[in-house]
């Protein structure tokens, strides 16, 4: 009988009989994750972190989320460690949108499904440590779940939970923040991880191996892992761009997520001009005769990031990061204002 | 359209459609855990909680899970309230078995399903809430998720991250652990959250709605929730009862969870004679035709939690806690014993 209970990495593989090997190969890459504050991980009934090096105004900020549908298309197409990769970035983008310098600590996942496969799971835990690994984040504990009658055949999720650490004086949106900052937008690199129960309707009919032109492999693109964006954050920081406030653009959009971004009494004048929505979303938008306004309530169009800076600072800002560009301002009022 | 994606609790209510009476319900009862550490929680990006009162050793304690296939039961019955208490009773047992005085200072969750129902939502979130503030800890975020293809129909999965506090200098098992210490066992309140995969088809001829002598009314005995055993550690410590060790008796019951509490080279001796194995697992079994050795392996056969402690502190124990008992000692070995 397999054993029916939520089991411990070192059990996914003994319960469902996946061989040492498979057990080994995650428990490498976790450790791989573990810096001398990780004083017990896997096995531990929790895992235990040592807080050091706090600072003067210590705060936790600390997010859960799964990837959406976007498991069911990654369990199709046997895309399990990009799926970890997802799951990571997703998380830790979030965390970012705290405050100034936030330092992801750790993360700890939850993987169900009404079968378990090995080396799925394996797979999976694996993309997940090389994202933590990635981002100094310890994956510090995590849980397996079979759960026969839950979920569909083949199907399973993936929900992860990131603890990081920041300065609560320091918290977005600054006080400085005012009308007149320039937006600064951070490309995503697809859909992330919001839109796919659209997507998945819209690609139904066709072969996820095509090859689109302008598109490219239609598996590949949809499946393109969610952009982490802390690298691009310590490069504005190095080049002395003092961030005001960051929008994380999940499902809703830019029309939902810019706005959680701002102080009350102001919002933001966009320019619909200043960059070119990727081809995959105008794919999308043909295939379904969506209108425009609903694809930028459900996609990122391409904007997976916007970081609000002082208008001086934008020159250096494009330089740092050759791939941003200035998407529009700060403006006084309530309403989102496209150009 | 529903929105596709997953959705903060303060949209889930507007994505399909709630009223702003479920919305009301979900966010009084989360703010009603939120001291004045919680600086940020629903509807950021990421939930903020202040550090302070850290102590000298301060290291966090972290441990997500889930509640099982309890959950295609809780949905049969409509518990969804109670099955909410399952699931931070868990997490909460589980990261007291860190080490002596952990303080919990919040919890975050996923709720996912098919298709979400606002009702459902918010009498699950309830249900968290209530649980949280019962250990003084804040719901400080939540998260979720319409998965279509991904759950079975009328199916949800919930998920749970709890992170608390403690000084890691006082890690168990204490380095005073010895062999002559004694068990001490704490009742569960049914299966808590293990075994309902097994349960749910030893069941599967029988109407919960049934009486079933001597067990109750079988659709509540099976979802009783998950006791959490924090206020009664409270009480060991309130009479100076100095606990070594923590077993949370979870999935692999008492054979595979006690050795986790306990330090290379000693094991326990187990007297079961020390107390009735609860109806409702005899009944279990006897459904089956399951040997006992398969029962105790996969259920908690009514011991919920095991502190083990020093003899000498025996008798305060048990008039601290006066639903404990005696289960047995501290050996030299590596093997388990049952007497």
Request: aromatic share 6%; with cysteine; hydrophobic share 40%.
């Amino acid at each position: 009988m397999s054993n029916p209970k939520p089991s411990r990495y070192e059990d996914a593989g003994v319960s469902i009989d996946a061989g040492q090997q498979t057990v080994d190969l995650i428990k490498k890459a976790v450790q791989r994750t573990h810096g001398p504050n990780v004083l017990a991980g896997v096995g531990a009934f929790g895992g235990l972190f040592a807080l050091d090096d706090l600072g003067p105004h210590p705060a936790l900020v600390a997010s859960t989320d799964g990837v959406g549908t976007k498991v069911a298309l990654a369990a199709q197409r046997g895309r399990y460690r990009s799926i970890g990769h997802d799951l990571v970035n997703h998380c830790v983008n979030d965390i970012l949108c705290a405050g100034a310098d936030v330092k992801p600590l750790f993360f700890l996942d939850y993987v169900a499904s009404g079968r378990l496969e090995p080396a799925h799971v394996a797979a999976t835990v694996t993309g997940l440590a090389e994202a933590c690994e990635a981002v100094g984040c310890a994956l510090l504990g995590g849980e397996t779940a079979e759960m026969p009658g839950v979920y569909q055949p083949g199907a399973f999720d993936l929900v992860g939970t990131i603890v990081g650490l920041v300065d609560h004086t320091r918290r977005y949106p600054f006080t400085s923040l005012s009308a007149g900052d320039v937006l600064l937008a951070l490309p995503s690199s697809g859909p992330h991880t919001n839109g796919y129960s659209l997507i998945r309707k819209l690609v139904e009919n066709v072969s996820l191996d095509e090859e689109i032109e302008g598109v490219g492999k239609l598996g590949e693109v949809v499946l393109e892992p969610h952009r982490c964006y802390l690298a691009d954050l310590r490069k504005l920081a190095t080049a002395d761009v003092l961030v005001h406030s960051l929008a994380h653009i999940t499902g809703g959009g830019l029309v939902d997520n810019l706005p959680r971004a701002l102080p009350d009494g102001l919002s933001a004048r966009i320019d619909t001009s200043s960059w070119t929505v990727p081809p995959l979303f105008r794919f999308l938008q043909q295939q379904g005769d969506i209108d425009t306004e609903e694809m930028f309530r459900v996609f990122n169009m391409g904007v997976g990031m916007i970081a609000v800076i002082p208008a001086d600072a934008c020159d250096a800002a494009l330089v740092a990061l050759s791939d941003s560009w200035l998407i529009g301002e700060v403006v006084e009022g309530d309403t989102l204002q496209w150009t």
